[in-house]
């Protein structure tokens, strides 16, 4: 059932279920098949993201970044942020001054 290949009917179909918010089982019994191949199918088919979902639900230990509070290479400021970025978020957001710079001095090791 996993093989199965969606016929552009059944696609626009599971789409249109998709946009209004059907559940997953209500989509697997159109297409005739578990909840579990139904996902497999949405993915498939890049219809949905389930990894994206599951990452969305937990996402402490991905977001918590280590932060330092070296001078900025540029102003000197020491105000904390994610470790290894050389410049404060002010300066790099103010790129004027660093255009035509390679990144490998801009994030100088
Ligand atoms: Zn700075």
Redesign the pocket.
């Known amino acids: 059932m996993s093989g199965r290949v969606l016929s552009d009917n059944e696609r626009t179909r599971l789409q249109y279920m998709l946009d209004n918010k059907y559940t997953y089982r209500a989509m697997a019994t159109y297409v005739g098949c578990c909840t579990d191949t139904l996902k497999r199918i949405l993915v498939r088919e890049d219809m949905a993201d389930f990894e994206g979902a599951k990452y969305a639900l937990s996402p402490s230990h991905k977001t918590q970044t280590k932060m330092w509070k070296r001078p900025?290479l540029?102003?000197k400021?020491e105000v904390e942020r994610p470790k290894w970025q050389y410049?404060?978020d002010?300066?790099k957001h103010n790129t004027q001054a660093w255009e035509g710079l390679p990144d490998e001095y801009i994030w100088e090791t």
Do not use: A, K
Request: with cysteine.
């Open positions: 900025c540029r102003c400021s410049v404060c002010r300066c």
